[in-house]
């Protein structure tokens, strides 16, 4: 019986590819080449130094390893300051009723997201007080597919991978969710999300019935 839900933020609970898109590509642009909504497709739950990495290599721009801790900074302040005006309405549909129904039916949650921004965006949301605990980009050092965060959202409810349910919408998160012995529910599209237990166009799909079914 699931005991946990663990969620990805990014395309999960929030938007947010929108303004990492503005951010990168305000980014490409000042380097001298362009950014494509395709190409910040690729970068869905990829850490924020190797999104950097692959940009540079899409532009075809060399930089030293200083110079590429500079730029992601850049790019994050500029991703900062366009989060400081999230609201509540950002919320992805049914996210938060799905938090409160499960919270509601007594299991415990976790947040397991690459990004170091996770706690700002939460408190500008309105969703921070929903999650028993929060493990992020500030917290893991190795990135999805390597299960690290899944595991340590586990552990840091006090449950064993097996009873936790993760909820995901980039691959590489869906991949580290198995690689970590854990059901995994797919956001979004079934044709790329390979290996989901459950494929659910977003959380205003989900029920506690689908979730018990697992
Ligand atoms: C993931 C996003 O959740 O977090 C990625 O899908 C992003 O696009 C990554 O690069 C890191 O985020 P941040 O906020 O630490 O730059
Ligand atoms: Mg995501």
């Known amino acids: 019986m699931v005991k946990a839900c663990i969620f990805d933020l ?6 947010t590819a929108v303004y990492h898109f503005k951010a990168w590509k305000r ?3 000042h380097l001298g080449f ?3 909504e395709a190409e910040n497709e690729k970068l869905k739950g990829v850490s924020r130094v190797r999104s950097l990495q692959l940009i540079l290599e899409w532009g075809g721009v060399k930089k030293t390893t ?8 850049l790019k994050n302040s500029w991703y900062v300051e366009m989060i400081q005006g999230m609201q509540p309405d950002e919320i992805l549909p049914g996210a938060k009723e ?3 129904t499960v919270r509601n039916a007594g299991l415990k949650t976790a947040l397991g997201s690459a990004s170091k921004n996770s706690r700002t965006i939460l408190e500008k949301v309105g969703l921070i007080e929903l999650f028993d605990s929060i493990i992020d980009g500030n917290t893991v050092t190795a990135s999805k597919p390597d299960p690290e965060v899944f595991l340590k959202g586990a552990q840091s409810l006090g449950f064993n991978p097996a009873d936790c349910v993760v909820f995901e919408d980039a691959i590489a998160g869906v991949e580290a969710a198995l690689a970590g012995g854990m059901k995994v529910v797919g956001i979004g599209d079934s044709a790329t999300l390979i290996g989901a237990n459950l494929v659910v166009a977003g959380l205003h799909e989900m ?8």
């Open 10 to 15: 990014d395309g999960v609970i929030v938007d």
């Open 27 to 29: 980014l490409a642009n």
């Open 34 to 36: 362009d950014f494509t």
């Open 66 to 73: 200083d110079e590429q801790s500079q730029l992601a900074d």
């Open 98 to 100: 799905f938090l409160l």
């Open 207 to 214: 029920n506690l019935d689908k979730l018990y079914k697992l």
